[in-house]
């Protein structure tokens, strides 16, 4: 019996199961997952230490406590067909891209349903996931899922409305970064910097600055005022970021992606 079966077992699948069982908030022996590609359930084995199957996903089922969806939404009904009286006595994690809490209860018949939001950086240990709970989600389903996807990073409830904003900040959020990343260090080599170094400084410093935001308490707005010198380099820089409209750029670009999410949900 395991406590959190996983359905897919694909990246994001093996980087939540491998920091569930890192942080110690289940053991290896109380996961499990299922997968019809037998490289991906040979990866989440080698990485998290737990079992993997291609095959009695029926009997894995029946004996497991929570259910985590991990497959591409187009995939999802097929993935499930034929095992909604098992699934309907279950508490159902779903990380599927834009299937809501409705069509989740209709495709399981549960009716306690987690539908989380996570993003890559969960791969390296450093997520950011939002989860939206249904109607019948107890306080200790609610709980669990909660530590399971704290194990990866940063856990937040938010309501199901909130999830096409997530998408856009957190979910999409990482590819705006390495934009950033990327013009950042392009930047340095029109400058004059090799490529490498360019790179190396434009990395920390993207992780330096995050970790003083996270760990300081500080608003941004003053770390950055901490940095700027009355007629320096860094307020130069920031002019011409203000006249281009820099910071208006992102927020369109955010509302542009939730707009987007939105849209590829049906609203």
């Known amino acids: 019996m395991s406590k959190l079966f996983f359905i897919g077992t694909g990246k994001m699948a093996t980087a939540i199961a491998g920091g569930v069982v890192r942080a110690g908030v289940l053991n290896s022996s109380e996961i499990a997952g299922f997968d019809v590609n037998s490289a991906a359930a040979e990866t989440f084995k080698s990485v998290s230490g737990a079992d993997a199957f291609c095959a009695g996903l029926e009997k894995q089922l029946e004996t497991a406590e929570y259910i985590l969806i991990a497959v591409k939404p187009q995939m999802l009904a097929d993935a499930l067909i034929g095992f909604r009286e098992i699934l309907k006595e279950k508490t159902v994690l779903s990380i599927a891209a834009g299937v809501t809490i409705e069509k989740l209860e209709a495709l399981t018949g549960s009716k306690r349903i987690v539908r989380i939001m996570p993003n890559t950086p969960a791969l390296v240990g450093s997520g950011a996931a939002a989860y939206a709970l249904s109607a019948g989600v107890t306080a200790e389903d609610a709980e669990f899922a909660d530590r399971i996807f704290s194990a990866v990073g940063t856990a937040v409830k938010v309501p199901e409305s909130a999830l096409d904003a997530v998408t856009a ?29 360019a790179l190396q400084l434009a990395v920390q410093t993207v992780a330096g600055s995050a970790k003083m935001v996270a760990e300081t308490g500080t608003h941004p707005a003053q770390l950055k005022d901490n940095v700027t010198s009355p007629g320096g380099t860094t307020s130069r820089a920031l002019e011409f970021m203000a006249a281009k409209g820099f910071a208006g750029i992102v927020m369109q670009s955010v509302r542009a992606a939730a707009k987007r999410s939105r849209e590829l949900g049906g609203k």
């Open 169 to 197: 900040l957190s979910g999409s959020g990482p590819a705006y970064v390495f934009e950033f990343i990327q013009a950042l260090a392009d930047g340095g080599v029109a400058e004059g910097l090799p490529r490498d170094i």
